[in-house]
Nanobody
Framework: VQLQASGGGLVQAGGSVRLSCAAS????????MGWFRQAPGKEREVVAV????????YYADSVKGRFTISRDDAKDTMYLEMNSLKPEDTAVYSC????????????????WGQGTQVTVSS
């Protein structure tokens, strides 16, 4: 699976951004999909994960109630709607695909896309 994240940019605190992750190469619908982020000087962290067919979702506590993950299997695309953005949401956001069905959320990802920068100004 090839993954390409897009949609990042510069936004003011309190604003919204919608990220997209376009997939190609294999059956997108068979993968659990996740969004991750990495801020300067910090480790990469999981932001949100969505199961196959969107049946289940997981959110990091820091984004619950503000971010929404979704997928459109007909378009081989995953989304992350980010609302009420805070400066601490500033990071490079990446998407990843997992075939791991042994646990939820999965902790092993098979494919990673290049990230997209989101910068939230105060």
């Amino acid at each position: 699976v090839q993954l390409q994240a897009s949609g990042g940019g510069l936004v003011q605190a309190g604003g919204s951004v919608r990220l997209s992750c376009a997939a190609s190469g294999r059956t997108f619908s068979s993968y659990r999909m996740g969004w991750f982020r990495q801020a300067p000087g910090k480790e990469r962290e999981v932001v949100a994960v969505i199961g196959r067919r969107g049946a289940i979702t997981y959110y990091a506590d820091s984004v619950k109630g503000r971010f929404t993950i979704s997928r459109d299997d007909a378009k081989d695309t995953m989304y992350l709607e980010m609302n009420s953005l805070k400066p601490e949401d500033t990071a490079v956001y990446s998407c990843a695909a997992s075939s791991d069905r042994s646990r939820w959320p999965p902790d092993k990802y098979d494919y990673w896309g290049q990230g997209t920068q989101v910068t939230v100004s105060s």
